[in-house]
């Protein structure tokens, strides 16, 4: 995230500061507040354009970026971003009449517009004002984790609409001589690019280049909070690697889920998504769909591949719960000669072994691949995965990767025990199941 959003908001504030220089007011009292005024209105819109624009769910952007997860936890720290500078945009703007009382109204340099431009840009600031408290509204929304879901992804549709409102407000407001310069090419390039993908998604084209339409075969329920759906998309379906997710419709009412796909490719476009009861859809699953009824998945993204980025290192797999779907995919990916069999050390951790179907499953996988070293951590039995666990397989002299899949408080408490292990951590992959 940190790697697209820095380099990002130092060009946006480098081509400010450009310009700045230009600027015949810098320097006083009310060139420092309209510049402030600028800088923070055009970061917060900047942001919210590059936010509006990953929410393409930009497919080539996977590989540098890291996966859609990854796309995804960078357009929500964009838009979070956007929302801070814009509260502090709000606030300098609301801040002239102090500015006023203490240095008096010498050097404010407004410039005086007539006709058409003046009320337009009159609608610029009173649309801008009205968009910014929805968005400080949607904020709170977001940040509050408790606020369902499936409530929150209809309201956070509203946010193309509001961001065409405030892009609006934007190219009214932008000083004239910005658009002469590199900053206008970029905040010109930015608008429309945010334009475009506000429209897109407002017409609910997102995404419908890679959906297929296909029927569902088979249901069945290998333990009780478990779903193992598989689905037919017959020629339609461009096949997917092993680890890679979808989104999965199986009621227009309720919406897209994002699945990992649990089945690996073998061309004939069959695919099987293992559900776990988390949430108000996912709950009894297997009442609220049947076989033959028709589904649309949407796919494949994702880039959990095991890709070295050192040859020899040694490769940790972890799986926590249900987050044990993409190695199976993997596993059964090796089965079928689909992906070559590495060396690894697969932890799985499960809530209680003599029950979990999956344990069975993993030994039957691993059973053929003796470069595959599988450990069952029942927590059942007190059996808890630590670092310190992980760093018993792994010779201190050797670089080692990690491939997690699982809760994401698992995921900060052993990439935190890893910072003491003995061995070099050269990567830390981790897939959360949450975009939120
Ligand atoms: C990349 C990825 C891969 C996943 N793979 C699997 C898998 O293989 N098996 C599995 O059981 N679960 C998987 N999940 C989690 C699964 O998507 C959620 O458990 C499911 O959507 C919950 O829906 P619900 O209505 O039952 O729960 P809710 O109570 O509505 O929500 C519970 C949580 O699930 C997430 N969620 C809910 N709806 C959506 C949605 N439409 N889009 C994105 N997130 C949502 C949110 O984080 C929410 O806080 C994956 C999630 C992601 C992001």
Redesign the pocket.
């Known amino acids: 995230m940190i790697r697209i959003i820095l380099p990002f908001i130092i060009l946006v504030s480098g081509l400010w500061a450009w310009n700045l220089a230009a600027g015949p007011d810098a320097g006083t009292p009310w060139g420092v507040y309209k510049q402030s005024l600028l800088l923070s209105g055009w970061l917060a819109i900047a942001l919210m354009s590059l936010a509006m624009m990953l929410a393409l769910r930009p497919a080539w952007l996977e590989r540098p970026l890291g996966g859609l997860?990854k796309i995804y936890h960078t357009h929500k720290w964009a838009g979070i971003l956007a929302v801070v500078f814009a509260a502090a945009h709000w606030l300098i703007e609301m801040g002239d009449d102090v500015i006023e009382s203490v240095f008096g109204e010498a050097g404010e340099h407004e410039p005086h517009y007539s006709g058409f431009i003046d009320t337009m840009r009159d609608a610029a600031e009173d649309i801008g004002e009205f968009a910014i408290y929805l968005l400080f509204a949607m904020l709170l929304i977001t940040l509050w984790r408790r606020f369902?879901?499936?409530y929150w992804?209809y309201l956070h549709r509203v946010m193309p609409a509001l961001y065409l409102l405030l892009a609006f407000h934007a190219a009214w407001l932008a000083p004239l001589q910005w658009w002469q310069q590199p900053i206008g090419v970029l905040m010109a390039i930015l608008l429309l690019g945010g334009s475009i993908a506000s429209g897109l998604s407002l017409a609910g084209r997102v995404g419908r280049h890679r959906q297929v339409r296909g029927t569902i075969t088979a249901i069945n329920t290998p333990a009780p909070d478990v779903t193992e759906v598989t689905c037919h998309l017959g020629q339609a379906w461009r096949g997917h690697r092993a680890g890679q997710?979808a989104f999965v419709t199986f009621d227009t009412l309720e919406?897209?889920?994002?699945?990992?796909i649990?089945s690996a490719d073998r061309g004939d476009g069959r695919v099987t998504?293992?559900?776990?009861s988390?949430?108000?859809?996912?709950?009894n699953l297997s009442q609220k769909i049947r076989a033959g009824q028709t589904v649309t998945v949407e796919g494949p993204y994702?880039c959990f591949n095991f890709d070295r980025r050192k040859r020899h290192s040694h490769q940790i797999w972890i799986a926590g719960g249900?987050g044990v779907?993409p190695f199976l995919a993997w596993l059964e990916g090796i089965g079928t000669n689909a992906v070559a069999a590495p060396e690894a050390d697969l932890h799985y951790c499960t809530r209680n072994a003599d029950q979990d179907p999956i344990v069975e499953r993993l030994r039957e996988h691993c059973r053929d691949f003796p470069g595959i070293h599988l450990q069952i951590h029942d927590s059942s039995k007190g059996e808890v995965l630590s670092a310190e666990k992980l760093a018993a397989g792994v010779p201190s002299s050797a670089a080692a990767e990690v491939w997690f899949c699982g809760p994401a408080g698992l995921a900060r408490a052993i990439r935190q025990g890893l910072r003491s292990a003995p061995f070099r951590l050269s990567r830390f992959h981790k897939?959360a199941?949450?975009?939120?």
């Open positions: 997860d369902p879901y499936k992804r997710f919406g897209a889920h994002p699945f990992t649990a998504f293992l559900i776990k988390l949430g108000d859809f996912t709950r994702g249900i779907t897939e199941f949450q975009f939120r």
